[in-house]
């Protein structure tokens, strides 16, 4: 008798494992056919335009303008009194209207702070004051508006004489 050679042996074993692993071979199932829903065209509305431009009307000119800031002042201001700073505060506001609906688009937010205090030669005072109103200024919603930065801020103290000085915080001094 002739011996059955290995290879053969062993295909024969894994067809075996793989036929009976992976069970019967079933015919693939015929597909259904699907019924496409026609489309019937039905006529659009008729679309009626909110706003006529008459002749007279004509698209609102590149201009400077300037906006309201009182709601910034009143805040900052309410601010600096909730933390014991006396003083006053002015914001303003400065872009351009252009477009068909004259929109404001602003260009550059400012605030200038005035700080009533004692004596404006103390500057260890006026130091603490400054770090009081930037820390302030930074809790502010003033930063909602693109242009603003701590750059476009002033701060101005305003001693009990009278006399006033610009706080300048890159050099920590008031002259």
Aim: aromatic share 8%; net charge negative; hydrophobic share 35%.
């Amino acid at each position: 008798m002739r011996p059955v050679p290995i290879l053969i042996l062993f295909l024969a074993a894994v067809s075996t494992i793989l036929l009976g692993a992976c069970g019967p071979v079933s015919p693939m199932p015929v597909p259904t056919p699907t019924v496409i829903p026609t489309f019937t065209p039905t006529l659009a509305p008729t679309l009626t335009p909110t706003k006529t431009f008459t002749p007279t009307e004509q698209p609102c000119s590149e201009t400077f303008a300037s906006a309201d800031t009182s709601s910034e002042d009143a805040t900052l201001q309410g601010m600096l009194a909730y933390s014991g700073i006396s003083g006053t505060v002015q914001t303003s506001s400065i872009g351009e209207k252009f477009g068909l609906d004259c929109s404001y688009h602003e260009m550059s937010f400012s605030a200038a702070i005035t700080v009533d205090v004692p004596d404006i030669n103390d500057q260890l005072a006026l130091a603490y004051l400054a770090g009081q109103v930037e820390e302030i200024l930074l809790l502010a919603p003033l930063y909602r508006h693109p242009s603003f930065s701590d750059q476009n801020a002033t701060l101005t103290f305003r001693g009990s004489d009278g006399r006033e000085c610009r706080w300048y915080p890159e050099t920590h001094d008031c002259r």
